[in-house]
């Protein structure tokens, strides 16, 4: 069954300190996977997304990288308004068009 | 990026009546949406995928008689909650694509639909 992992579940960092969110899956074949922050309360707001092993893309603090089996994001110096919900799906060949499989995302609190 | 907006932002319903969501891409046109539900502290779990002019198809488990969904032009779906139960308080988001492809999918804002 096609799936997608995320951790940690939940990180607090401290302004400044730089850490990873993760997000594993397993799909027949992937077309692209994607990262989304969302805010409570707000639907998600789309970041990157990454098409092939290797591939990095960067946007202000975050970046985002991909491999055969899991991608990562990221956070270099975080400020306390990056403080949000990281979810990342993917889209797989085969599927129905455009359907994405969510992961459960990674809450990341950032303190001042 | 695209926008899409999503209205109402938050409804109240009493139990037994019916509550109508819009999703409406603003800047493109969208030939596919798509219907989600998020539970707290839960992923977003899709419910049925809409093309433009045709009948939706629903995620199993998904009561299409429930939830009624309409894409009758290429900017606008909507989602109606029929007899809504307390068991339909959610957070219901859509989500727009522009066509086949790795097209990135653009999200509303959501609705928070409370049953009482």
């Known amino acids: 069954e096609d799936q997608v992992t995320q951790s940690p579940e939940a990180l607090r960092l401290q302004e400044g300190e730089s850490s990873s969110l993760n997000c594993s899956y397993t799909?027949?074949?992937?077309?692209?996977l994607f990262w989304y922050r969302q805010d409570p309360g707000k639907g998600p707001e789309f970041l990157f997304t990454?098409?092939?092993a290797g591939e990095e893309k960067e946007k202000e603090r975050l970046k985002a990288t991909l491999t055969k089996k899991e991608s990562f994001l990221h956070i270099t110096a975080p400020k306390p308004e990056d403080s949000a919900t990281y979810l990342c799906?993917?889209?797989?060949?085969?599927?129905?068009?455009?359907?994405?499989?969510f992961g459960t995302g990674t809450l990341l609190a950032v303190q001042p | 990026g695209a926008v899409v907006s999503q209205h109402p932002s938050r409804v109240i319903c009493k139990s037994g009546t019916s509550v109508k969501i819009e999703c409406r891409s603003l800047?493109?046109?969208?030939?596919?949406m798509f219907w989600y539900r998020q539970f707290p502290k839960q992923s977003l779990m899709l419910m049925a995928t809409s093309n433009e002019g045709s009948k939706a198809t629903y995620e199993q488990g998904v009561e299409k008689d429930k939830f009624l969904i309409n894409h009758a032009s290429l900017t606008l779906s909507t989602l109606t909650v029929t007899s809504a139960h307390p068991e339909d308080s959610s957070f219901y988001i859509c989500?727009?694509?522009?066509?086949?492809?790795?097209?990135?999918?653009?999200f509303g804002q959501g609705t928070r639909l409370t049953v009482v």
């Open positions: 800047d493109f046109q969208a030939t596919t």
């Open positions: 799909v027949s074949g992937l077309r692209g």
């Open positions: 989500s727009a694509g522009s066509g086949t492809g790795n097209t990135e999918a653009f």
């Open positions: 799906a993917v889209r797989e060949y085969g599927g129905a068009t455009n359907k994405l499989i």
């Open positions: 990454l098409y092939s």
